[in-house]
């Protein structure tokens, strides 16, 4: 396994195919944790090592980390997943390696903690809520509408909105939740990068969600790149992040920040210290020509400095439409071979197989697929994802009624 001709090793927790060759390609020797390995591309094996290991437990990941390092040194641990990021900050700070601190990867992931940390800068009024008792205190105080979701969710999972008392009658809160007042307006994603202090915007992403009733009202239809914005409104979104991540003091890296563009100015949401999900990187690659996951690479592996290279040129629209289909079973689909044919697309990756059942859209996981198209702006390329999606078709088993899977 050691090979003396490698410029680095790295240790990655989770990571995609798309990553790994990345990494490959720098002469890097890959290390891989993943949860489970089921599912990982059996072509990766020979060049990268998997280990299968649930790094939930700290204290037993970093003795996991700590007896591979003492067998084969490792130069950096990364990840782009959500899950490992507070992991992985705490395991880099007990090595002495390059990343994020510990401090900044908990107040991401608690978004109470982070409406605490920028109540100064950007007020949201919000609580932590055991119970209906404190969620109706909170009613009382602020009135509706307002949103109710997990403290630490990810993925549009469990994320309503009570417009009423009979709203939270219908709502049960198992879990520490976080309650807090509903942002009117459009909502936008901002990509970044920041070294040592300094941060670069390097798209604004436009999202629009599916919206056809209370479930699907959060979960994203499709995204765009760059946003289609007036050059005020874009400034403002900016602006408004830059100063955001110097709050939560964010020094190196990628974030994700997702905000809404209200009457009175942007309103951050959530954030992420990791490139966006939903295939948005690369909808940024195509539009930008810029790599967040190259980027990322080369600051904590090799610690190039690159940032004062990035330059705000949008060469072309880029965007992303999900499919979501009548619930049931599935006898076969048509229209594939004509929708790739269309000038354009550049994939589309349908998940959906004759004899599977289609589930109603409750969250990001119950969509069918994608498809990704660029055009001379967003607003073309998301025209032709919308003609790529209309020409396919489903069609059902009449007896195989909707299984009724509950997320």
Do not use: W
Request: contains cysteine.
């Amino acid at each position: 396994m050691f090979n003396k001709s490698i410029d680095k090793r790295v240790l990655i927790f989770g990571g995609t195919p798309e990553i790994y060759k990345c990494l490959l390609e720098k002469n890097v020797e890959v290390f891989a944790i993943q949860k489970d390995l089921k599912n990982i591309d059996k072509n990766m094996e020979p060049s990268v090592t998997f280990y299968e290991f649930d790094y939930k437990n700290l204290e037993q990941t970093l003795f996991f980390v700590r007896e591979l390092s003492s067998e084969y040194p490792i130069d950096a641990i990364i990840t782009f997943t959500e899950d490992a990021q507070e992991t992985v900050a705490a395991i880099n700070e007990s090595m002495g390696l390059s990343g994020i601190s510990s401090k900044l990867a908990k107040v991401v992931k608690d978004k109470s903690l982070m409406r605490d940390v920028i109540s100064d800068f950007s007020p949201v009024k919000s609580v932590v809520v055991k119970d209906k008792d404190e969620l109706l205190d909170f009613v009382s105080n602020n009135g509706f509408p307002l949103i109710l979701k997990p403290r630490y969710g990810v993925g549009s999972r469990g994320i309503k909105l009570l417009e009423s008392l009979e709203d939270i009658k219908k709502v049960e809160i198992e879990e520490i939740m976080m309650v807090e007042e509903y942002l009117m307006g459009k909502e936008f994603s901002v990509e970044s990068f920041s070294s040592e202090g300094i941060h670069k915007i390097i798209a604004v992403t436009e999202k629009r969600v599916f919206d056809r009733n209370d479930e699907s009202k959060f979960v994203e239809e499709a995204h765009l790149v760059p946003a289609i914005l007036l050059d005020k409104d874009e400034n403002k979104i900016i602006d408004y992040v830059i100063d955001f991540l110097n709050r939560i003091d964010l020094r190196d890296g990628p974030a994700h920040t997702e905000i809404i563009l209200t009457k009175t100015g942007p309103k951050v949401i959530e954030t992420h210290t990791r490139p966006g999900g939903d295939q948005i990187p690369e909808l940024v690659k195509l539009s930008t020509g810029i790599d967040i996951y190259e980027l990322s690479i080369d600051k904590f592996v090799f610690n190039k400095e690159k940032i004062n290279d990035l330059k705000k040129m949008p060469v072309k629209g880029a965007a992303i439409k999900f499919f979501t289909f009548s619930p049931g079973k599935v006898i076969d689909l048509f229209g594939l071979e004509e929708a790739v044919k269309i000038d354009g697309i550049v994939r589309l990756d349908l998940t959906i197989k004759p004899g599977d059942y289609i589930n109603p859209v409750k969250r990001s996981g119950d969509r069918c697929g994608y498809v990704i198209a660029t055009g001379e702006d967003a607003y073309h390329a998301y025209e032709k994802c919308l003609k790529a999606a209309n020409l396919i078709k489903v069609t059902y088993d009449s007896e195989g009624v909707y299984n009724g899977y509950d997320y």
